[in-house]
């Protein structure tokens, strides 16, 4: 496979050669004094709840990049960096899949240009001058017992979930725990940073715990933001790389869609929409969290609004939610009733005042009577579907999508942002509008800790949205409740906490884990070194 010279690639996109910094020969930075107005619009790819059918939502967007590009339109696409965790759990590697990849691909996958090693270095160096000044006596302040600042590692790790640090007189003995770096808040901040100066106004915001008297503690009070800002400068920058076809690609930040905002960074975003007509870019997971969190988190903030989303849908996927044990084989009745998990994130994309487009990833063992039964189930809702062949067929295989997304933004409405709930509603009403408006759920249950720590939010002014933590794999909170559209249910929050410098406030839901374990059989044991010295099994086709 032979890529583009990336300065080729760079120059179609418009970007000046003194804005692109090299970092090998297929990697950039692109300093951000390359930012100027917006000039393109913006295409939101989300999906169906996932499925262990597989949707392809990276696959497809990548895909849709090549396919505009193929058809003309000036375009970029915007995906989040691959985290070690699951590059090496269960999902393997987060470039795209078959011919539809972002390259190089397994330094993508791997350690990229250092962001995820940047900010796993913030976040704990912000640890270490937690504990060194309980060490010489809490100057700031800060109480040993309710330090809420945990450890950070970019690695899926069980025992870690649980520590304790201080023993044996080296320093103060207390219980901790890790999150993994997709879930730390200096990820959140760094990918709703809008300059150095703004990263570093929302570093000195973090709380890192709270005095005797419960007063909140911040990285200001330890006077650590500059150190932070430091560590962080070259991770601010986004990286330019490209599709397997030299479509360009800005791959930039990680966080996850189930514990964290699940978007790639504002700066990349900003980026895109300076330089090309049409900039595609991925919320993780169903649209119930990240398309729901890029609408009420990250446009909110920011002030972008997509002209468009795409959801990505499998014959396969939907054959699942409908109940089918065997998804590979024909069966309508179990695709007939999956379509419900569809009607109901296009409800959800309705209520945001957007159009959508659904995208069907084809698969091979996909009958056309049921890619039929699908576009058909759109036309009557009055929505646009094409079937896409990116996985295999590349950029060709997605021109149908391509064209049909092509005319929905040149007959795009003006924006008209519709948000889920009011900023100046209470948690319990955010919360409640959530579960309701996203989910289809009765409600929510806030269980006593959460209350206590939502309560004392509430008196403390802070009204920011609410960043949901709950599973991928079902509407509800609940895993195993895995009906197309499950009714009749109420939603748990167990445990909220305040990240006060990426702007929001999580809310953890059911079983829900910020350091992910490793499977029975890790995709790690898959991965190895050819003997012409090519990765391979970083991706699950490899």
């Known amino acids: 496979m032979q890529l583009r010279p990336l300065h080729d690639v760079a120059r179609d996109l418009g970007l000046s050669p003194e804005h692109v910094i090299p970092y090998g020969r297929h990697k950039a930075k692109i300093e951000l004094e390359a930012l100027r107005e917006p000039r393109g619009k913006l295409v939101l790819v989300s999906a169906i709840n996932p499925t262990k059918a597989g949707e392809g939502k990276t696959t497809t967007s990548v895909g849709l990049s090549m396919g505009l590009s193929r058809i003309g339109r000036r375009t970029a696409v915007c995906l989040r960096e691959p985290s070690l965790g699951p590059v090496f759990g269960i999902k393997g590697g987060g470039t795209g899949g078959g011919v539809a990849q972002v390259e190089p691909a397994s330094d993508i996958n791997l350690h990229f240009t250092g962001d995820l090693h940047a900010i796993t270095s913030a976040h704990n160096l912000l640890a270490a001058l937690i504990d060194n000044d309980l060490h010489f006596g809490g100057k700031s302040g800060l109480s040993a017992d309710r330090v809420t600042w945990p450890r950070a590692l970019d690695m899926n790790d069980r025992s870690l979930r649980n520590v304790i640090v201080g023993l044996r007189g080296e320093g103060v003995a207390r219980e901790t725990s890790f999150d993994i770096t997709a879930a730390s808040e ?48 070259d991770a601010l920058r986004p990286n330019l790389v490209q599709t397997r076809e030299g479509t360009p690609a800005i791959v930039h930040g990680g966080p ?31 649209f119930d969290l990240g398309g729901e969190k890029f609408f009420d988190i990250k446009c909110r903030q920011t002030g972008l609004w997509p002209d468009l989303v795409v959801l990505v849908a499998t014959c396969r996927a939907l054959k699942a939610h409908g109940g089918a044990k065997d998804f590979t084989r024909r069966d309508d009745a179990a695709l007939s009733a999956g379509l419900a998990n569809l009607d109901h994130h296009l409800d959800s994309v309705k209520g945001f005042g957007v159009r959508a487009v659904v995208a069907i990833n084809r698969f091979p063992t996909d009958a056309s009577e049921e890619l039929d039964a699908v576009i058909a189930h759109c036309a009557a809702r009055g929505v646009k579907a094409a079937a896409s062949t990116a996985f295999s067929d590349g950029g060709a295989g997605a021109e149908e999508l391509a064209k049909v997304v092509a005319a929905q933004l040149d ?7 519709k948000f889920t709930y009011e900023l ?29 720590v939502l309560d004392r939010l509430e008196s403390e002014g802070a009204k920011l949205p609410v960043c949901m933590a709950k599973t991928p794999l079902s509407l509800s909170d609940d895993p195993a409740m895995n009906a197309a559209r499950p009714q009749g249910f109420r939603v748990t929050v167990r445990e909220a906490r305040l990240s006060a410098g990426a702007g929001f406030v999580v809310c953890l839901l059911g079983d829900v884990m910020t350091m992910p374990g490793l499977p029975k059989e890790p995709s790690a044991m898959r991965v190895r070194v050819e003997a012409d010295g090519t990765v391979k099994g970083l991706m699950q086709n490899d």
């Open 411 to 417: 007959d795009s409405p003006a924006r008209q942002p």
């Open 186 to 233: 200096i990820m959140a901040v760094l990918c709703l940073a809008e300059s150095e100066e703004d990263l570093e106004a929302r570093l000195a915001r973090i709380v890192v715990g709270r005095t005797k008297d419960r007063a909140p503690v911040t990285v200001a009070d330890l006077g650590a933001a500059p150190a932070l800002r430091v560590l962080l400068r």
């Open 256 to 286: 996850f869609a189930n514990i964290a905002h699940g978007c790639s960074s504002v700066l990349a975003t900003r980026m895109g929409l300076a330089y090309a007509d049409v900039v595609v870019t991925e919320a993780g997971f169903g």
């Open 424 to 452: 100046s509603s209470s948690y319990a009403e955010k919360i409640d509008a959530i579960a309701q408006k996203i989910y289809g759920a009765d409600g929510a249950v806030i269980a006593p800790a959460a209350k206590k």
